[in-house]
């Protein structure tokens, strides 16, 4: 079956930097678009950044510039290499992928906290 297996969160101060990754595993990964979600305390869910199975990559105004989405496809896994964090980005991170199999399904990771403070 699916799973999507985050790491790489932590506590960091402003201005650090953070690497999260992501391990896929029950599906042709090289043949699907990942992407990164993160939620705030209070707040919905949103799209951070994502990257087509040929590396074409889309990212959410609030991280252009600061966050960098890659993958490895012989590794199966997606990465979201993270600079200059702010406070704001402070949130659970999610790993995400819709899969086409006769329908529509979407599968996410369990999440990991990152939590930007001085």
């Known amino acids: 079956q699916v799973q999507l297996v985050e790491s790489g969160g932590g506590l960091v101060q402003p201005g650090g930097s953070l690497r999260l990754s992501c391990a896929a595993s029950?599906?042709?990964?090289?043949?699907?678009?990942m992407s990164w979600y993160r939620q705030a305390p209070g707040k919905e869910r949103e799209l951070v950044a994502s990257?087509?199975?040929?590396?074409?990559?889309n990212y959410a105004d609030s991280v252009k510039g600061r966050f960098t989405i890659s993958r490895d496809n012989a590794k199966n896994t997606v990465f979201l290499q993270m600079n200059s964090l702010k406070p704001d980005d402070t949130a659970v991170y999610y790993c995400y992928v819709n899969i086409w199999v006769g329908a529509s399904y979407g599968y996410w990771g369990q999440g990991t906290q990152v939590t930007v403070s001085s």
């Open positions: 029950g599906f042709t990964f090289s043949s699907y678009a």
């Open positions: 990257i087509s199975g040929a590396g074409r990559t």
